[in-house]
């Protein structure tokens, strides 16, 4: 189940592999609702586009309870797949070119962590030079 869910997460972050599994979900869709509502392919694939942006102009409409199944599904498809196209568009429209990379925030941590180990460090030294009667912050207690 974990597998999965990686990778519609990795799907999710993906613009256009996020588009392509939408455009596939309205497809199968239209073709869903084609066959069992013997509808025209033009038709169902209009009311498959009507039915995930929840636009639902109501001209086309399944009458067979299969066909309402695919319909309540291609709504759900349509919610989810129009949320994330649309949150990852957000975020690239967002994203500045202050933005750090992977690679920038791992040099980042590392450096924190050897800021960190270099404080540590001082305050062991100035316990020792104090004769551990205090630390520098004057607590009388060493964190770390």
Sequence with gaps: MTRM???????????????????GAVLA????????EHWGFGDSVWWAFVTTTTVGY????PA???GRVIAVLTMF?????????VGRIAAV????HDDFTHEEQEE???DVDEQLKLLRQIQRDLRTA???????????????
Aim: hydrophobic share 45%.
């Design 108 to 110: 980042l941590a590392a």
């Design 58 to 61: 109501g001209d086309l409409s």
């Design 77 to 85: 498809a349509g919610i989810i797949g129009i949320g994330v196209i």
């Design 93 to 96: 429209v967002i994203r500045t």
């Design 5 to 23: 869910v990686d990778g519609l997460i990795a799907c999710a972050n993906r613009t256009p592999s996020a588009i392509g599994v939408y455009l």
């Design 130 to 144: 104090t004769g551990g009667r205090g630390s520098a912050s004057g607590s009388g207690r060493a964190r770390g």
């Design 64 to 66: 067979t309870i299969p």
């Design 29 to 36: 869709s239209a073709v869903g609702v084609s066959r069992l």
